[in-house]
């Protein structure tokens, strides 16, 4: 699971950090070290910590945090990664870094996201489902393939949603 809100160690490395789930699930590995290296790559983070996987997760930038907690939830490689709004709180180059490692980790798992900013929903996903909440429990109102729900959604308040009208 990765939340809105970046949450890394603030006791551990950068390394540490990425290494934490192994010990909590108890997971053995042969080469730490080759592991470490690998989340970070594929959360798109390697090339700008390499040099400094000692320092403390706390120093990276929020961008860098949020690339950290997702190479930290790929140690334990997961068959689905959750992610709550996994941009809510960064800069668009940020935005735009762990989008690129959302589409590159789909092709090896399924990551079901939830997101209040639809061009973002449009950019990074297969399937769209669209949830509403009238004050009371929440109602999914319509699920299908993202280009259908954004060019020709069956429901009314999708669209109204989809388009801006209301949101």
């Not at 160690?9 to 470490?36: C, R």
Request: hydrophobic fraction near 35%; charged fraction near 25%.
């Amino acid at each position: 699971m990765v939340f809105q809100k970046p949450n890394p160690f603030p006791s551990m490395t950068i390394g540490e950090n990425v290494l934490s789930g192994l010990k909590l699930a108890q997971l053995k590995v042969d080469n730490k070290e080759e592991l470490l290296e690998s989340c970070l790559v594929r959360a798109g983070l390697w090339n700008e910590v390499k040099d400094r996987l000692d320092a403390h997760g706390g120093s990276l930038s929020g961008g860098q945090q949020q690339r950290l907690c997702i190479a930290r939830a790929l140690a334990v490689s997961p068959q689905v990664l959750l992610m709550d709004e996994p941009c809510s709180a960064l800069d668009p180059g940020s935005t735009l870094r762990i989008e690129e490692t959302i589409r590159e980790l789909s092709d090896s798992m399924t990551i079901v996201i939830v997101t209040h900013n639809m061009q973002q929903a449009a950019r990074v996903s297969d399937y769209t489902a669209f949830f509403l909440s009238d004050g009371g429990p929440g109602e999914m109102i319509e699920v299908a393939r993202t280009s259908e729900i954004f060019s020709q959604p069956k429901d009314q308040r999708t669209e109204n949603y989809v388009t801006g009208r209301f949101g």
